[in-house]
């Protein structure tokens, strides 16, 4: 399989009555999957949605840091950022 071949779909929903600015869509990939980059939306109004494609590449060589590893402390169980 060629990367890029397999898609994440995503849909986001404002259901807040205001409007959202500079939303990142980080959402959860199985082991072995990651993006080369999160996407973010400049602006979701309310009641807005938004559908999103996110290609995504299977990475042979194991886990690895960036904004794709999924590692968002208590959401997702993975390593806690330090600052």
Do not use: F
């Not at 999957?33 to 109004?45: F, K, N, Q």
């Not at 590449?57 to 999924?70: H, L, V």
């Amino acid at each position: 399989m060629r990367s890029g071949d397999i898609v994440c779909t995503v849909r986001a929903q404002n259901r807040s009555m205001e409007p959202l600015v500079d939303v990142l869509i980080d959402p959860w990939y199985p082991p072995g999957y990651t993006s080369d980059a999160l996407p973010m939306l400049p602006r979701l109004e309310p009641d807005e949605v938004a559908n999103i494609r996110i290609p995504l590449r299977i990475d042979i060589g194991g886990p690895r840091e960036g904004p794709s590893s999924n590692s968002t402390p208590a959401r997702r169980g993975g390593k806690k950022h330090t600052t």
